[in-house]
């Protein structure tokens, strides 16, 4: 669990990760993600829709120490340019910042802060979504090449009791019906859909995942489920 923590948040220490921490990723999630509803709806009862949103959105930039969206800026620079396998694995491991990630990660915080401000808080359905997109992300190391020869994920690729986490999607569903009924549902099924569309791209373009293709696709599976949540139902 601390494994976990350290992982994906700034929580937990600076904690070398082992297969085993990849169970406790849906929790996490939840974790997380009720942190990030509470503000969320505590802004709400004080402050502009708007303004709650977007201190939602900087309370999961804070928690998770901005790992993942520095992985969707590193995904986003190295997989939508025309390049080679080489480079675009070279490109991701660069600290540079360009355009595709500047306009890519610009447009998700957007995106996700104008979903949160077009609904009433809902601690419920934000933990619901974020344990489905880390959910993905624990049983990708099953079916997916690590694709470097080492790194920060490398040690995840030595297990194949990672698809024990999808047992978690059932409650992250039931959890996300019990808030807004079925339109929850759909915001669990998008925001998987979501991640492993990611993965799927990069298996595409680099042939596997790599840690930031990690976090870029629970970043944006939680955006596609938070979109799904704003939908006129």
């Known amino acids: 669990m601390r494994e976990a923590l350290g992982f994906l948040t700034i929580l937990g220490g600076p904690r070398a990760p082992n297969p085993r921490a990849l169970r406790w990723f849906p929790v996490v999630g939840v974790m997380v993600g009720a942190a990030v509803g509470s503000v969320w709806w505590a802004g709400g009862e004080v402050l502009p829709a708007f303004v709650a949103a977007a201190l939602a959105v900087a309370a999961d930039a804070a928690i998770t120490g901005m790992l993942h969206f ?3 800026a590193d995904t986003a620079d190295g997989l939508l340019p025309h390049a080679t396998r080489e480079r675009r694995l070279k490109i991701m491991r660069t600290p540079e910042v360009g355009a595709f990630a500047l306009v890519v990660v610009v447009f998700v915080i957007v995106l996700r802060v104008a979903a949160l401000s ?59 019906i019990a808030a807004i009924g079925m339109p929850g549902l759909a915001a ?46």
């Open 188 to 233: 669990i099924g998008g925001t998987a859909l979501g991640a492993m569309a990611v993965l799927a791209f990069a298996r595409a373009r680099i042939g596997g995942f790599t840690g930031d293709v990690l976090g870029a696709a629970i970043v944006i599976g939680e955006t596609v489920g938070l979109v799904i949540t704003a939908a006129r139902w």
């Open 70 to 72: 520095d992985g969707l």
């Open 118 to 176: 077009d609904r009433l808080p809902d601690i419920a359905i934000v933990a619901a979504i974020w344990c489905a997109s880390r959910t993905v992300v624990a049983v990708a190391p099953a079916w997916l090449t690590y694709v470097r020869e080492e790194g920060i994920a490398s040690t995840f690729v030595t297990t194949k009791t990672a698809v024990w986490p999808v047992l978690a999607l059932g409650p992250a569903a039931g959890i996300a």
